[in-house]
């Protein structure tokens, strides 16, 4: 039996019993098999004949509906070529870094003039969502309650046990979210396009007849990357500084040589990971590691436990930024279903970290006051303390 909140406390031990012992072990309590070896990670996520996203057993699929995460082939194809452009390292860096760079010191603005302050509720979660409110074109005004539906969209996408509280709760909040979407689109349409609108909405809504995707898949699809867009990126942030405050001398190297941000955050994914596991569902009946696995079964692809395989990195457990193979790690997943906002969500927290060590000389988590790391599906401080010199 897994102690589900062992588990959230602490998954790595778990993972290493799991990868030793039993590389596809069933989870009775979540009713799904645990995939744990890198190796059977990456097959899995990268076999899309034996193991698809979008089932009713999806809670991706149960709280947005259907939308590229929630779909294989063609059409995950069509939307994900829709949002692409948006996602390329010369769109971020020429129509969002330097917004994020705003966004970031207005943030350290606010509270600059003291010497600590709760990092999570007044900086890391609120970035990501006045950079989505950017992307997409949105008022920054509507902050607030997108910062509070996104906390259901957390809970009811991490419901494994399927609470009908958080299930309807999710669902709820994601229908007020569409219509949010769909008012901005629908003002959008009654006014003369601006060729220097170049948000996301208006783009995928100025679209060619024969490229242009329905108001309701731009909504829904809205939906995924929003949340996608902020859960990561507030953790990365969280995370990074958790773990080099762990490590003074290499965070004292960071301060000195911010170009080595890269690297910390790359070794952040891999050991600790802002998203754990990537749920797939059996397609067609196969076997793994002499496990059927059949037709309807649920696959949680554990990132996290992948990305501490020692077959893979040599002392796993071990914070290392200077890494040789800290490419080979998937926190972002693998194949078709690869992260799309990947690299916008390495841009924001680069860009957090630059300017946070630039603005606050010093600048590091208090470690008696943090608490968690926790979580085994999404998994970051629920709040964390930061201390700075001052002037």
Excluded at 86 to 105: G, K, M, Q, S, V
Excluded at 129 to 157: C, H, I, N, Q
Excluded at 221 to 234: D, K, M, P, R
Excluded at 266 to 274: A, D, F, K, M, S
Aim: with cysteine; hydrophobic share 40%.
């Amino acid at each position: 039996m897994i102690d589900l909140v062992e588990l959230a406390r602490d998954p790595y031990p778990i993972y290493a019993t799991m990868r030793e012992n039993e590389p596809v072990c069933y989870v009775p309590e979540l009713k799904m098999y645990f995939v744990t070896r890198y190796v059977d990670v990456t097959a899995v996520l990268q076999d899309t004949e034996h193991y698809i996203v979008g089932t009713e057993r999806s809670t991706a699929f149960d709280t947005f509906g259907e939308h590229m995460m929630t779909l294989e082939g063609e059409r995950h194809d069509a939307y994900k070529r829709a949002h692409q452009p948006f996602f390329l390292p010369a769109t971020i860096r020429d129509n969002l870094e330097a917004e994020i760079r705003d966004h970031a010191n207005h943030l350290i603005d606010g509270f600059a003039d003291e010497r600590e302050v709760e990092l999570r509720a007044t900086f890391a979660s609120r970035l990501p969502v006045l950079t989505m409110l950017s992307m997409f074109g949105l008022a920054l005004e509507e902050e607030p309650r997108l910062r509070e539906w996104y906390d259901s969209f957390e809970k009811a996408l991490s419901n494994f046990t399927w609470d009908k509280t958080i299930r309807a709760q999710g669902r709820e909040n994601a229908a007020r979210f569409m219509a949010l979407i769909q008012r901005y689109l629908d003002a959008l349409r009654s006014t003369t396009p601006s060729p220097d609108d170049s948000s996301l909405l208006a783009t995928l809504l100025n679209a060619p007849d024969e490229e242009r995707l329905s108001d309701e898949t731009i909504c829904r699809n809205a939906l995924i990357i929003f949340f996608g867009g902020i859960s990561t990126v507030e953790a990365l942030i969280l995370n990074s500084l958790y773990a080099l405050s762990l490590k003074p001398a290499t965070l004292a190297r960071l301060r000195e040589n911010t170009t080595l941000i890269t690297q910390a955050m790359n070794e952040t994914i891999r050991w600790l990971g802002p998203v754990q596991s990537a749920t797939r569902h059996v397609a067609k009946q196969t076997e793994l590691h002499g496990v059927t696995l059949r037709k309807g079964h649920t696959v949680n692809c554990m990132l996290a436990a992948a990305n501490h395989d020692p077959a893979v990195f040599a002392d796993p457990n071990t914070f290392d930024i200077d890494r040789e193979n800290l490419q080979q790690q998937i926190g972002f997943a693998v194949g078709p279903h690869h992260c799309l906002g990947s690299r916008l969500a390495r841009a924001e927290a680069r860009i957090a970290l630059e300017q946070l060590f630039e603005r606050l000389p010093g600048l590091r988590l208090d470690i008696g006051r943090v608490e968690g790391p926790c979580g085994y599906e999404f998994r970051q401080p629920t709040s964390a303390v930061a201390v700075w010199a001052g002037d």
